[in-house]
Every structure is written in structure tokens, then in C-alpha cells.
């Protein structure tokens, strides 16, 4: 056949299977569109997860009547003022999303300028014009997209379900609305609003944060590190959650580049290197950060869907990034997440919690001491026999709570109580057996009183040789003392790892790798950073690299298998993970084995002297894991918890 021109039609169906991959793909375009129009509210109405009906309203700056049949040709845009593709400052700038998504739907665009009387529409129905002609409508412009896809059937084929399209289109504008924070935006899908986020005042880092609380959760504003770094002309801004806040899937982190969503494998690697020493290969940290660079730095004419984007210096980028969060990180200290005091106040209030019983349902024992129980009943609890309940117990609780005479001038002993409650005729507080620790070590308790003021407070107890339990000046602290420990003589060991270098061992003969040329020109020029990590290599001609040492922490290793993922990782994503976690790996397994262990016995003196080490090591509020070193309650949570409050 002889070469011919396509038809407009044809040619712009072709474009929509580029730019209009799905309902939401068609969303975030009109979107797009709506924040470049300078819109302050976005309102988006779906139906059949936007397969039957897409309206986008804003209150944007409009388009005049002569500008809506320019606006759906093809390559028509408002956004290239001097026509160079490398200096791009919005969102939408091809031209070809009107006239794509016209094309395949049935689409009437309703607009009006601030200084019109009246508003103008314009319809397309398979890429078929007509208009435009007027119509009513305030400042703004409404955009109605029905019956997607309705002009090429097979596409229909492809779409999913009605909630998975949903979903796509919800996490939209998710990350727009994370991007603008200044602009509201509402989601309605016929039932119910499914998305309604309003327009944040005041600073614009506080604007972000309550935007990133609305989509992210309370959790996430609350354990949030701030960022804010810069290097080279490129900043970079957001917030960062705690390590001990993670997820098993990196749905939660959102990456932004210049106010444009994106999703690139370089700035993810970036962010798992940061989060290296403080989360499990499975387990991903909760963040969302903001890349601004000059336009001419940044290429976004990558993919056709503005997803993906390309640095000129990539190398800088990524190191501003492993940078901020790792300093962030840093000066976290030994903070964790308030979601662990969280779960442990929710797992206290469960369900079938003593407390929740209704009186008739608790178990009844006389004034003088506990009921008997006959025994262990299926459930697991005990089968109590019914005591008739005594009158005036109000009274004598409140009698019992009251602090006696003899008790209020002084402290309440550590040990050694006196007189059990079994034995006990009445409810009232024993009296202070001599020789308590208040008499005996009144230096001791002067110590005691003032170490409450430190973050994490004076040791008092060690629970089933395992736990710390230490007091402050507004709660408690529970520390595990194995997983606190074995922290802190990790990150001895990074920093004398970092003074001395990793040691390294000899191969006697030099293990011959073969790859791709391009795999081993990647490793040889990085053979420096791998050096650090004690694994030397060289070139061995084209496609072959020559391991000369191994770091000797990983004792007998497959150089073969570990070369060659190296090689992978420096084609994907530019790093050097891999080794990284294996030497890692061995110092963590040598640090739990050199760490306290559980069951261990402490004295007052090592409790206080571990709690006084976790303060000043930075991240000492995780383990290498990123599980909770210590869980802290607040006095006015457990006053809670007792209906004090």
C-alpha cells in the first residue's frame, strides 16, 4: 500500500490511547487544566467510576468563545508562551488531552471569562464538532465527559471494575490535592463524597502538613519529620514519618516534582537508602516530599502521561535527598511514633475489657479478700462463684482511694508493701514498712526524682527481666531492653566502620565475573563506593569484571550472584543496596548477639545508664527494624484509662 496520511479522527484516537489510558487518566488531565486556569475550588462528579459520566467545575480564569474551538485541535495550548519545551512551569502543556478525550466520548466543554456576560459551550461526540453557542454558567469552566470510550468498544474491554476505576481516580487527586494544598477539591460518585479536601490557610509548610493530614491520616501529621534542604539551585521540602510509622507496600509515599506527581525509580531508591538502617527490606516508610528546580533542570516530556521524569543531574538529586531524610532522621534522636503508645492504650481498651462489663457481669468478691473460683473455663477465664455485693462499696472504694494521713508527707515504698489485700479486713492503704527506699536511700530517691525530668525518665522497675519501666515527669516508659541495646551497639559499630573502613579478605584467586558490557562499565565506575564496602574489583575486558576482595564480614559469599545484582541495581536504580544490607545484615546479627540479652537481671544503676545511652544515640527510638525500642504512656492517658479523666 501506498504511505498515506490518517484520518484526524484516527489520529486522535490514537493519541487518547496514549494520554487517556483510563477514567482517571482523564480526570487527572481536566484537573491539570482546571489548577493552570488559577481555579481555588475543583468539584468532580463520577459515575460507574467515570465510565457513564466525568464533570470537572472550576472557577478558573475561563475561556472566551473564539478560544473553545482552538482549545480541541490538537497541540493547542495557552502553556508555551515562547514555544520551549524545555522551560515548562505547569502542569498540562501538549495540547492534546481536549482533543483526546473528545475523540472517544460524547464531551461538552461549558466556559465563561470573569468580564463575559454570559457563558459559551462547545460540543464533540467522537471527534465530531458542533458550536460553540451560548449557554449559562458562572465564571469558570464546567467540562462533561459521557460515555468514555463509547468510540472505540475494545477499549472497554480493558477497563476493571467500577470500585478498582474509583480508586484510580481517587488517588488522583490524592496527590494533586497533596501538591496544591490551597485548592479545595470534592469527589462525588453519585452515592456519596468520596474526596473533600478545602483549601488550607495560613503558612504554606502548614497549608502542606494539614493537606498531607487530611489524605495521610492523623497518624501521619502527628509522627511527621519535616524537610527542608537545599543543594545546588534544587530544593527539596515535605515531611517524613517517624520509622517505627511504616507500611508493608510504598502505596504511601509520594514524590512531587515541581507540583507535578510523579512515580521515578532514582527518587524511590533514594528513599530506601535513607530508611536503610532503620526498616526491614519489607517494610516502607510513609513520606511525601517536594522536588523545586529551575524547569531547564528537569525534563517532564518523558512519557505521555507527565509521569515519569528526567534530571540532568540525577546524581545530585538523589544525594539531596538521602541527605535530608538521613539528617531529619538523625535529629529525630530517640523518638518514635505515638502510634506505639497508640496500640498499646487500644490493646488495654479491647474488647470484652473488664472495664466495659456492666456491674451484674463482673465478678463479685467480699470486702475481706478475693472470691474463690472453681477453675479455667473454655474461654480462658475464670469462673468465679457469685458473692452477694456488699452496700456502701462506693463509700469504702472512695474511702480506699483517698491517701491516709501517714501516707500523703510520705512516698510510697518501692518494695517490701506490708499487709496483703488478701489478708487485709478492710480496703485501707498498708503503712510504709520500715526500712522502705524512701528511708533507706533518700540520696538514691533525690537521684530518682530529679533523672524524672529526662526524656525518658528515672528506671524504677525491671519487669520479667526484660522490660524497663521508668517514670517521668508526665508518664511512664516501658524500654525493651534487648532491642534498646542491641541499637545502641549497632551504631557503634557504623561509626567504628566508618573511622577504619570495612575490613576486607583476600580471594587467593580472583573470581572472573562475566555480564553485559554495559552492566560491568557501571560497576567499574563505582569500583570506589564498592571499595568502601570492601569488595575491590577491576576491569577484565569488555563484559567482565575481575573480584579481587570480599569484606570479609560476610565470611563465604557468592561473588557471582552478588555481582551481578550489584550490576542490576546500578542499571535500575543507581545504587548500591545490595552490599550495603548484606554487610548491614552482619552487623545487626552481631549486635544482637554482643546487646544485652532478655532475661537478663539489670541493676538501678545499668537501667539508668541504658536509658541515659538511648538519649543521646541518635535513632535509638527504633531497633534495626524499625520496631519500637520503648512504648511511652502518658499520665493523663492511664488517668483515662481509671476514669480519672
Known amino acids: 500500500m501506498a504511505i498515506r496520511r490518517l484520518p484526524d479522527q484516527v489520529i486522535n484516537r490514537i493519541a487518547a490511547g496514549e494520554v487517556v489510558e483510563r477514567p482517571a487518566s482523564a480526570v487527572k488531565e481536566l484537573v491539570e487544566n482546571a489548577i493552570d486556569a488559577g481555579a481555588s475550588r475543583v468539584d468532580i462528579t463520577i459515575r460507574e467510576g467515570g465510565r457513564s459520566l466525568i464533570r470537572v467545575v472550576d472557577d478558573g480564569c475561563g475561556m472566551s468563545p473564539e478560544e473553545l474551538p482552538v482549545a480541541i485541535e490538537r497541540h493547542a495550548t495557552s502553556k508555551l508562551p515562547d514555544d520551549d519545551l524545555f522551560f515548562i512551569s505547569t502542569l498540562g502543556f501538549r495540547g492534546e488531552a481536549l482533543p483526546s478525550i473528545g475523540s472517544v466520548s460524547r464531551m461538552t466543554i461549558t466556559s465563561r471569562t470573569e468580564d463575559a456576560s454570559e457563558a459559551w459551550a462547545i460540543h464533540i461526540e467522537g471527534g465530531v464538532v458542533s458550536g460553540p453557542e451560548p449557554a449559562s454558567g458562572s465564571k469558570g469552566t464546567r467540562i462533561e465527559v459521557r460515555d468514555l470510550f463509547f468510540a472505540t ?28 494544598p490551597g485548592v479545595s477539591f470534592t469527589l462525588n460518585d453519585g452515592n456519596r463524597d468520596r474526596l473533600r479536601v478545602m483549601g488550607k490557610q495560613g503558612d504554606f509548610l502548614d497549608q502542606r502538613l494539614k493537606r498531607l493530614g487530611d489524605i495521610m491520616g492523623r497518624e501521619f501529621a502527628e509522627n511527621a519529620l519535616p524537610i527542608d534542604a537545599e543543594r545546588e539551585g534544587i530544593r527539596l521540602t515535605g515531611f517524613a514519618g517517624l520509622p517505627t510509622l511504616n507500611r508493608g507496600n510504598a502505596m504511601m509515599q509520594f514524590l512531587f516534582v515541581n507540583g507535578r506527581p510523579v512515580k521515578d525509580k532514582q527518587l524511590t531508591g533514594a528513599v530506601r537508602a535513607a530508611y536503610m538502617d532503620f526498616l526491614a527490606r519489607d517494610r ?28 540532568r543531574d540525577a546524581a545530585s538529586v538523589r ?67 457469685a458473692q452477694p ?51 533507706t536511700n533518700p540520696t538514691m530517691d533525690q537521684t530518682a526524682h530529679q533523672l524524672q525530668s529526662y526524656p525518658l525518665g528515672a528506671a524504677r522497675a525491671q519487669l520479667h527481666e526484660t522490660y524497663i519501666v521508668a517514670q517521668t515527669d508526665t508518664g511512664i516508659v516501658l524500654v525493651d531492653q534487648h532491642a534498646a541495646h542491641e541499637r545502641l551497639v549497632y551504631e557503634r559499630m557504623k561509626e567504628a566502620m566508618a573511622e577504619t573502613g570495612v ?62 545484582d550489584l550490576a542490576d541495581e546500578f542499571m535500575d536504580l543507581g545504587g548500591t543496596f545490595s552490599l550495603k544490607e548484606k554487610v548491614e545484615e552482619v552487623c545487626g546479627t552481631m549486635a544482637c548477639h554482643g546487646s544485652v540479652r532478655s532475661g537478663r537481671r539489670l541493676s538501678l544503676e545499668e537501667m539508668n545508664a541504658l536509658l541515659r545511652q538511648m538519649e543521646a544515640t541518635p535513632h535509638s527510638g527504633q531497633c534495626n527494624h524499625g520496631r519500637p525500642t520503648y512504648v511511652e504512656l502518658a499520665l493523663s492517658d492511664i488517668e483515662k484509662l481509671f476514669g480519672r479523666r
Open 389 to 439: 455485693l456488699n452496700t456502701g462499696m462506693a463509700e469504702q472504694a472512695y474511702q480506699f482511694q483517698a491517701p491516709s494521713a501517714a501516707s500523703q508527707n510520705q512516698p510510697t515504698p518501692n518494695s517490701d508493701i506490708g499487709t496483703s489485700f488478701t489478708d487485709a479486713p478492710t480496703f485501707e492503704p498498708a503503712a510504709p514498712a520500715s526500712g522502705s527506699y524512701a528511708e
Open 503 to 564: 575490613a576486607r579478605q583476600g580471594l587467593l584467586i580472583p573470581e572472573i565475573v562475566e555480564m553485559d558490557e554495559e552492566a560491568a562499565k557501571a560497576l567499574v565506575d563505582r569500583s570506589e563506593d564498592l571499595e568502601k564496602f570492601g569488595l575491590v574489583l577491576e576491569s577484565f575486558g569488555p563484559g567482565a569484571v575481575a573480584v579481587r576482595e570480599t569484606p570479609s564480614l560476610l565470611g563465604e559469599v557468592d561473588v557471582q550472584g552478588l555481582v551481578k
Open 153 to 180: 468498544p475494545a477499549r472497554l474491554k480493558f477497563m476493571r471494575s467500577e470500585r478498582a476505576e474509583t480508586s484510580a481516580v481517587i488517588d488522583v487527586l490524592q496527590r494533586l490535592s497533596m501538591a496544591h
Open 284 to 311: 516502607h516508610p510513609m513520606l511525601a516530599l517536594f522536588l523545586e528546580t529551575e524547569p531547564r533542570a528537569v525534563d517532564v516530556n518523558v512519557h505521555p502521561a507527565k509521569t515519569e521524569v528526567r534530571f
Open 319 to 385: 544525594g539531596l535527598i538521602v541527605g535530608a531524610l538521613k539528617h531529619a532522621l538523625a535529629e529525630a534522636g530517640h523518638r518514635a511514633s505515638t502510634t506505639v503508645s497508640q496500640a498499646a492504650l487500644g490493646a488495654i481498651k479491647s474488647e470484652g475489657d473488664v472495664a466495659s462489663l456492666p456491674l451484674s457481669a463482673m465478678p463479685q468478691r467480699p470486702m475481706g479478700g478475693f472470691s474463690r473460683y472453681s477453675g479455667r473455663t473454655g474461654g480462658g477465664s475464670y469462673n468465679y462463684q
